[in-house]
Structure formats: C-alpha cells, structure tokens
C-alpha cells in the first residue's frame, strides 16, 4: 500500500521555524519526483518546492525563496520541508506528493500520483 504520512505542522509565532517531514512507504521512493504543495483557507492548493530526483534539482514559489529548504533522505524513505522566517501568510495545510518521474524537475500538480493527508501549520503575528 502506498503511503505519505506528514507531521510536524503546528502553530509557530511569525519569524519561527517549523521542520515538515513525510514518511513515504509502498513504492521506489528514490525513484520518484517529490513535492511540498500548501492550501490555505479559501484559497486554492498552490506548489511551494519540488526536486527532480536526478540530480537533486530543486524549485521553489518565489514567496519562500530563502526562507524554506527541500530535502530528502533516500536512507529513511522521508523527504523534508525546512521552514524559517515564517510569516502568517505561509499558514495552510502543508501536503507532501510523489510523482513516477526520475528526470523530470515539475511542480504540475496532475503530474503527481501519491498525495500525503496534509498537515497544518499555523502562523500567529
């Protein structure tokens, strides 16, 4: 069975930091594009970083440029979202993705298969 399991979310005052981790199981996890997507209240689920597995290229939404880090551990099966600096308008459900594309660097969300449940962060100012 696949499985992307977030945690780490929670509420955090503006200007912390709060590190997101999914743990992915049930497929070739090193063999697959990963994601960090957000969806805040009211407002449609947009990209925030992704990695082309191949190389470890990474993009991100220019409103976390510098502020947040993607990175995998191929070892634990888990990739994580490094978030500092936080402000209130990161505040949202934080989802991790898969797509099956090893060359691939995209944030096209119908290009990813295997969606984790989300979890929420919370920015108090």
């Known amino acids: 069975e696949v499985q992307l399991v977030e945690s780490g979310g929670g509420l955090v005052q503006a200007g912390g930091s709060l590190r997101l981790s999914c743990a992915a199981s049930?497929?070739?996890?090193?063999?697959?594009?990963i994601g960090w997507f957000r969806q805040a209240p009211g407002k449609e689920r947009e990209r925030v970083s992704c990695m082309r597995r191949s190389d470890g290229n990474t993009n991100y939404i220019d409103s976390v440029k510098g502020r947040f880090t993607i990175s995998s551990d191929n070892a634990k099966n888990t990739v994580y979202l490094q978030m500092n600096s936080l402000k209130p308008e990161d505040t949202a459900v934080y989802y991790c993705?898969?797509?099956?594309?090893?060359?691939?660097?995209?944030?096209?969300?119908?290009?990813?298969?295997?969606w984790g449940q989300g979890t929420q962060v919370t920015v108090s100012s």
């Open positions: 993705a898969a797509a099956s594309l090893y060359y691939t660097l995209t944030c096209r969300q119908t290009k990813y298969d295997y």
């Open positions: 049930g497929f070739t996890f090193g063999d697959y594009a």
